[in-house]
């Protein structure tokens, strides 16, 4: 007894070192959160807007189509969802349009310049204090890059992490904030900008493919820059803070991977396709990409009754899977602004009601599709309204080329005042349109 007594003696300090080393580990090695501090979306000037009827006629005089091209935009403008508050660059409204590297630089210039000034405005930070860059810009990818651009118009530090996202399509924008969010896995108290938009200027085809004339009338001028950190002295001061981030990428299917597509036509004109099943496509991204997200958000009973529907169905005794009531999950939905048939794709995949998608068909009518940064304009719409509530969620879905469906979760965690200057502030009491939200903006 006595010769054990030493080690009996010193248990209570090898406990109390253990609990020591155990805290300390969790505090250091623990994951940090990623806490998005503020966002800041580009308002284009009024005189930069393309009304539908203008846009058709800019078209028409410009001398670049013949009349079944002319027909088939029309008729595909008509029908978008798309206002006449969306707007194009000034160098579109030339005629015919200057699509040259120097009118996509002043494009680039006009919308970025602004959105990062505003947001280090609003927050007073220093452009030396950023220390993760990443854009994404989908087709245009100029040298020295855009992130090198931005560093040089703020005169950033020299040894900042900075990267230039390019052909990644309209999903790229959560596609930046997942690289960003595995960087700071590595590097920690980080303050992090990433830059989502998407260049008009040199991106209009000029042909007579079917598949390819789509995409000149639904893209319109717009960008986002956002301000990320995993610093707990930002903790405080962000609206929200990053629960879940999904991707799914489905390019190995080919009827996926060739669903958006640049290439050139019999005559040389450069564009990028659009295909029919791109509506199918995203359907089927999506639901890859929910499989996986759905265990992470969904209460049990909704997960129970998703098992059982599915169990019931491998043994023929109903015919539907049971679609989970993602409401349950999230107070607001922020669908890719991509198009009308893909935000109501979406709608009755997830079976949501109008006023879900109300931030999407709006964004779509005032701003039209500005690619990967539609998600931001959504949010910021969520917010003018003053819907955004602390400790509220919001599911950010977005689509891109590839074919890929990138999600996100976002708690509110803290009091959004929805009088805050953004995009959106000067006209919010004229949306939604009619005070409908859906069938409105249907043409």
């Known amino acids: 007894m006595d010769s054990s007594s030493p080690f009996i003696n010193i248990l209570p300090q090898v406990a109390s070192a253990c609990v020591i080393i155990a805290v300390f580990s969790y505090y250091f090695f623990r994951p940090k959160c ?7 979306c580009y308002q284009p000037p009024d005189f930069l807007r393309a009304p539908v009827s203008n846009f058709i006629e800019h078209l028409t005089i410009s001398g670049v189509f013949d009349k079944e091209s002319l027909d088939l935009q029309q008729k595909i403008l008509e029908r978008s969802g798309i206002g006449d508050d969306a707007s194009v660059p000034v160098t579109v409204h030339e005629i ?14 006009e919308i970025l310049f602004n959105v990062v000034e505003d947001l280090f405005l609003k927050h007073k930070i220093d452009p030396k204090s950023i220390d993760i860059l990443v854009s994404n810009c989908s087709l245009f990818c100029p040298s020295p890059s855009i992130t090198s651009i931005i560093i040089n118009r703020f005169g950033m530090r020299s040894n900042i992490k900075s990267f230039s996202l390019s052909g990644m399509g309209c999903s790229a924008g959560l596609l930046s904030i997942n690289l960003v969010k595995d960087l700071m896995k590595i590097h920690g108290d980080s303050l992090a900008l ?27 001028m717009g960008g986002a820059a956002i301000l990320l950190s995993n610093r707990e002295q930002d903790k405080h001061k962000a609206k929200y803070k990053l629960q879940h981030l999904v991707r799914t990428h489905v390019g190995s299917d080919n009827e996926s991977y060739e669903s958006v597509m640049q290439q050139i036509d019999e005559e040389g004109n450069v564009g990028v396709a659009l295909s029919k099943q791109l509506v199918k496509v995203a359907s089927k991204a999506l639901k890859i990409n929910v499989v996986e997200l759905g265990p992470r958000v969904l209460p049990y009973s909704e997960q129970l009754k998703y098992i059982i529907s599915f169990i019931k169905r491998k043994w023929g005794m109903q015919k539907e899977v049971y679609t989970p009531n993602f409401k349950k999950a999230f ?11 893909i935000i109501e794709g979406v709608e ?9 998608v109300e931030a999407s068909r709006s964004t779509l009518y005032r701003y039209g599709n500005t690619s990967s940064s539609s998600l ?3 949010l910021q719409y969520l917010e003018a309204k003053g819907r955004m509530k602390k400790g509220d969620r919001v599911w950010q879905i977005g689509f891109g080329s590839g074919f890929k469906a990138n999600t996100a979760v976002w708690k509110c965690i803290s009091e959004i005042d929805s009088k805050d200057r953004n995009a959106w502030s000067d006209r919010i009491h004229l949306y939604p349109v009619c005070g409908d939200g859906s069938s409105a903006l249907e043409t």
């Open 34 to 40: 990623i806490y998005l501090i503020d966002f800041s």
């Open 194 to 220: 990433v830059l989502s938009m998407e260049a008009v200027s040199p991106n209009g085809y000029r042909g007579k493919c079917k598949s390819m004339l789509i995409a000149n009338t639904i893209f319109r």
């Open 376 to 378: 931001w304009y959504e």
């Open 331 to 341: 107070e607001h939905f922020c669908i890719h602004a991509g198009g009308r048939a």
């Open 96 to 109: 015919p349009p200057n699509s040259s590297l120097s009118a996509a630089r002043e494009e680039t210039h």
């Open 348 to 356: 009755k995949h997830l079976k949501l009601d109008k006023e879900d």
